[in-house]
């Protein structure tokens, strides 16, 4: 039983224009989110985080949105740039600790010059 | 240097064999774990350790098992290693402070394929 899910395994944007990448949650009592970026033969690397008291939250050119009653989040980025291009994680957790994260599937995804 | 450390990067084991992947990190941070993650699947967690002494059992724990020689080390063993735990592992760490956890730092992974 997937508690998050990240539908789309992948997806393509042009250079300079926004992706938006959607997270789907089951679990009602998960009140803390992540979004993780992998790039090949590297680890996940921590990106934006949101809490459940939130809806929104920015860092830079990465928003992530949080609609609580529709179980649904978004990691929106703009503009996007060729250095974007990597595997994203969507992450949940209840009571947020580390070792309660349950990760999404991920989503590839690439950036077109 | 990576501050979470994983050898070896890549590994090819043979069924039934005892196999030591090691962990360790400069960040001074008090937890650790190891996840596996595989295609398809998100990152899954093995095991956690709060500190040295505290140990304990994530999603997915049957046919790992786990030493936390320090509070900069932490191993994971497959005992008997078999073609099904061919995944990319990853070590994490993170700190814990005023009652919350920061983020987790991941190590580059190990990949381990069983033949």
Same mark, same amino acid.
């Given at each position: 039983?997937?508690?998050?899910?990240?539908?789309? *395994?992948?997806?393509?944007?042009?250079?300079?224009?926004?992706?938006?990448?959607?997270?789907?949650?089951?679990?009602?009592?998960?009140?803390?989110?992540?979004?993780? &970026?992998?790039? *090949?033969?590297?680890?996940?690397?921590?990106?934006?985080?949101?809490?459940?008291?939130?809806?929104?939250?920015?860092?830079?050119?990465?928003?992530?949105?949080?609609? &609580?009653?529709?179980? /649904?989040?978004?990691? /929106?980025?703009?503009?996007?740039? *060729?250095?974007?291009?990597?595997?994203?994680?969507?992450?949940?957790?209840?009571?947020?600790?580390?070792? &309660?994260?349950?990760?999404?599937?991920?989503?590839?995804?690439?950036?077109? *010059? | 240097?990576?501050?979470?450390?994983?050898?070896?990067?890549?590994?090819?084991?043979?069924?039934?064999?005892?196999?030591?992947?090691?962990?360790?990190?400069?960040?001074?941070?008090?937890?650790?774990?190891?996840?596996?993650?595989?295609?398809?699947?998100?990152?899954?967690?093995?095991?956690?350790?709060?500190?040295?002494?505290?140990?304990?059992?994530?999603?997915?724990?049957?046919?790992?098992?786990?030493?936390?020689?320090?509070?900069?080390?932490?191993?994971?063993?497959?005992?008997?290693?078999?073609?099904?735990?061919?995944?990319?592992?990853?070590?994490?760490?993170?700190?814990?402070?005023?009652?919350?956890?920061?983020?987790?730092?991941?190590?580059?992974?190990?990949?381990?394929?069983?033949?």
């Amino acid at each position: 039983d997937q508690q998050v899910k990240q539908n789309s *395994p992948s997806l393509s944007v042009q250079e300079g224009r926004i992706s938006i990448l959607n997270c789907d949650y089951t679990n009602s009592m998960f009140d803390y989110f992540l979004w993780y &970026k992998k790039y *090949p033969a590297e680890g996940p690397t921590f990106l934006i985080s949101i809490s459940s008291i939130k809806d929104k939250n920015e860092d830079g050119r990465f928003t992530v949105f949080l609609n &609580k009653s529709a179980k /649904h989040l978004s990691l /929106h980025i703009v503009p996007s740039q *060729p250095g974007d291009s990597a595997v994203y994680f969507c992450a949940a957790s209840a009571d947020f600790g580390n070792e &309660k994260l349950t990760f999404g599937t991920g989503t590839r995804l690439t950036i077109i *010059p | 240097d990576a501050d979470v450390t994983q050898t070896p990067r890549n590994r090819i084991t043979k069924t039934g064999k005892r196999i030591m992947l090691e962990c360790s990190q400069t960040k001074g941070h008090d937890r650790m774990y190891w996840y596996r993650q595989d295609p398809g699947l998100g990152l899954r967690l093995i095991y956690y350790s709060f500190d040295v002494k505290d140990i304990n059992k994530g999603e997915i724990s049957d046919g790992y098992s786990v030493s936390r020689q320090a509070q900069a080390k932490f191993s994971l063993s497959l005992e008997s290693a078999i073609p099904n735990q061919t995944a990319l592992y990853f070590c994490a760490t993170s700190d814990h402070r005023e009652g919350r956890d920061t983020e987790a730092f991941f190590g580059q992974g190990t990949r381990l394929t069983v033949v």
